[in-house]
């Protein structure tokens, strides 16, 4: 089973600053990517960055140029840099892990519980 926890919400206010943390755990094989995604009352859940193993990164438009996706050596923790926070940066954000639990597909998705950021005017 894989475990993942996120830390790093909270509230902030326009402008400013947060950095989410996402720690996998658990008995796996290897992560092929890692993800944040995040979703706001009656709105679909939307993908907001993506990292592979091998470092390729993919924003959505809404957070180019002010969210910055990044991970740790071990390829197990994944963070979320936001800069320049807006108010419709507003959501629950969750991580996802695409995972390999043997050497060999499947590949499984395990979410997080999902972190609350609040971004004031």
């Known amino acids: 089973q894989v475990q993942l926890v996120e830390s790093g919400g909270g509230l902030v206010q326009a402008g400013g600053s947060l950095r989410l943390s996402c720690a996998a755990s658990g008995s796996f094989f290897t992560i092929n990517s890692m993800g944040w995604y995040r979703q706001a009352p009656g709105i679909q859940r939307e993908l907001v960055a993506s990292?592979?193993?091998?470092?390729?990164?993919n924003y959505a438009d809404s957070v180019k140029g002010r969210f910055t996706i990044s991970r740790d050596n071990a390829k197990t923790t994944v963070y979320l840099q936001m800069d320049s926070l807006k108010p419709e940066d507003t959501s629950v954000y969750y991580c996802k892990a695409i995972v390999r639990l043997t050497n060999g597909p499947p590949a499984y998705q395990y979410w997080g519980q999902g972190t609350q950021v609040t971004v004031s005017s």
């Open positions: 990292i592979t193993s091998g470092g390729s990164s």
